[in-house]
């Protein structure tokens, strides 16, 4: 009778709450229990007080009810389980219906898109007759080359997948040598971009990305566009030593405009987007191509662009300052004006946020005053970017100061080993990267991309072009020819080192066209919603409507190429580009 009372004690804690044993229980809880009373020694007892730690024993004149309920308990009684089971599930409501299994995800290669992409490189191979100036391994190359570059825009598999099959094809057809295969994974471009991928993330462990925006909203968020104003400042300011747009979009800037826009009461995908939600998107979106163009080490595609117009000749020296005072004009004019003429096209139905710098400045007494972690990511980053710039003089290269600041960042435990290998972004573009610009670096050895360039040069001079006609014309065709990839790096590994060839054919200045081209890259990022990896974190935050992407994205692509051509074109005059 004991044994039998106490388990179902033991079992009330999964009754429901009206049941008679539930109350008992519940009632007999609330009974002050001497200290010197003591529980029975039956092993029994203790496995099921310990559920209770401070239930007392059930007086033995409740053993009985316990006993007598029980059998009317569908959780004793077997014959009514089954009963008690059906109108139960009966009685749940439809939002309690268990939900259908989630189906698996893809396994293996997409089948049309991987049909597709291989058919690209056959029809090359085989069906398209081979020039007589071209040899049978630069051709065959070009068809892997194709088929690699078909894969990333149409993602029959994850980029960094289709890269790997792509370069064994060319080992295993004998099209390259292993050691030609793997040449370009020894670059230090590559390693540079690859160290520049741990440097923002060391940005977002000490949270000291967040802490600049933070302060910029605190100083300028009185209005609507003075917090685009501050955020737009705060990533250019952010930007040189965290080169990863889509890094600093999705972990910096879209919680703090999701978290101003909530509290204006600006929700996403509901009408009251338009308070102020949709506009702070659209701006930061618009103005972090600008910052991207900036800054060499803004955007992972920079440094490419730049391995790429080396293969091709084209040096630039001290290429950070470089980089960075050629840009600087265009840039900077349309970060100050990219906010005000949004709010002139796109206006926020809210002009006033007076409580967005009371938000600021409790967030940051939350987050407390600056920790070393981030002093020393910002002493860190400060090296880096100076011998960055002063590099050249100093005879240190731009991957061995990355190297020495990821060092540094290691050995006082900013950064550990762990975040490095949990850094996906950075082995991903690694291995892809590499894939591409070593294709494209041999298909320059063999001779592929200069037959090309002369083919393009022939063209050119019957059409009797002056190179400022003809670098206008070729500019204009890279910019707008993206509305077909979805991938900036994608573009530059299919496109940029044959319109360079086709700028240098043209008698344009080789700085000027690697320059310019590169700068196109970071700008036509912002021109529909899957133009790059920050504008899938924009539109997918819900405040904009598609429609609304591919217009603003049009109408500031020609403001921005109105500024960068005018304005750009007389600074580089000055600097003696032309």
């Known amino acids: 009778m004991e044994s039998f009372a106490l388990q179902s004690v033991s079992t009330t804690a999964s009754l429901p709450r009206h049941s008679p044993i539930a109350r008992i229980s519940l009632l007999h809880r609330r009974k002050t229990i001497p200290h010197s009373q003591s529980f029975p020694t039956s092993p029994c007892l203790y496995r099921s007080v310990s559920l209770f730690q401070s239930a007392p024993p059930i007086p033995q004149s409740l053993l009985f009810i316990s006993r007598s309920s029980s059998l009317f308990n569908p959780l ?25 299994p989630t189906p698996l995800p893809q396994q293996g290669a997409k089948p049309i898109p991987f049909l597709i992409s291989i058919a690209i490189g056959l029809i090359v191979r085989f069906a398209v007759p081979k020039p007589v100036e071209v040899s049978a391994q630069a051709w065959q190359l070009l068809s892997i080359f194709l088929s690699t570059i078909a894969g990333l825009v149409l993602s029959p598999l994850p980029v960094g997948a289709w890269a790997f099959l792509g370069l064994t094809m060319t080992v295993v ?18 390693w540079l971009i690859v160290i520049s991928f741990f440097f ?17 909203v605190k100083w300028m968020g009185k209005s609507t566009l003075g917090l685009s104003y501050g955020l737009t400042f705060s990533e250019a300011l952010i ?120 938000m600021a400045t409790k967030k940051l007494e939350a987050m407390g005053p600056v920790t070393k972690n981030e002093w020393v990511m910002v002493g860190t980053m400060l090296i880096a970017v100076s011998l960055w710039i002063a590099g050249e003089a100093l005879q240190i290269p731009s991957v061995v100061a990355a190297m020495i600041g990821l060092s540094t960042l290691l050995t006082l435990g900013v950064l550990n080993w762990e975040d ?26 063999l001779g592929l991309v200069g037959w090309m360039s002369n083919c393009v040069a022939s063209l050119l001079k019957s059409l009797s072009l002056s190179w400022p006609a003809a670098f206008a014309i070729l500019q204009l065709s890279y910019f707008f020819v993206h509305y077909l990839f979805a991938s900036q790096t994608g573009h530059v590994g299919a496109l940029y080192s044959a319109f360079l060839a086709m700028h240098l054919a043209a008698k344009v200045p080789g700085v000027l066209a690697a320059l310019a081209l590169a700068y196109n890259t970071n700008l036509f990022g912002a021109l529909t919603h899957y133009s790059s990896g920050q504008a899938a974190v924009y539109y997918g935050a819900g405040y904009v409507d598609l429609p609304d992407v591919f217009k603003i994205g049009f109408v500031m692509a020609l403001v921005n190429g109105i500024i960068w051509i005018v304005a750009g074109g007389i600074w580089w005059k000055v600097l003696g580009l032309y």
């Open 76 to 100: 004793f009684n077997p014959k009514l389980r089954r009963t008690h089971q059906l109108r139960t599930s009966a009685s749940q409501s439809p939002e309690k219906q268990p939900l259908p």
């Open 420 to 445: 490095c290998l949990a850094e996906k972004s950075a082995w991903d573009t690694l291995a892809w990267f590499a894939v591409l610009v070593g294709m494209a670096g041999q298909l320059t050895s």
């Open 173 to 190: 057809t004998k099209t390259l040598t292993f050691t030609s295969a793997f040449n370009a994974f020894t670059s230090e471009v590559i």
């Open 239 to 358: 930007a040189p030593a965290m080169p990863s747009t889509t890094a600093r979009a999705g972990g910096v800037f879209l919680p703090i405009i999701k978290s101003l826009s909530l509290a204006a009461d600006s929700k996403p995908n509901d009408p009251s987007s338009k308070k102020i939600g949709a506009y702070l998107i659209q701006s930061q979106f618009q103005s972090a191509g600008n910052s991207s163009a900036l800054f060499l080490t803004a955007a992972a595609q920079n440094l490419l662009c730049l391995k790429l117009a080396e293969e091709l000749g084209v040096q630039i020296s001290s290429p950070w300052l470089t980089w960075a005072k050629i840009a600087s004009v265009p840039a900077i004019i349309c970060l100050l004006t990219t906010p005000a003429i949004l709010y002139k096209l796109f206006p926020p139905e809210t002009k006033n946020t007076p409580d967005a710098p009371a």
């Open 200 to 216: 923002a993330r060391g940005f977002v462990k000490t949270g000291l990305g967040d802490r600049i925006a933070t302060y910029f």
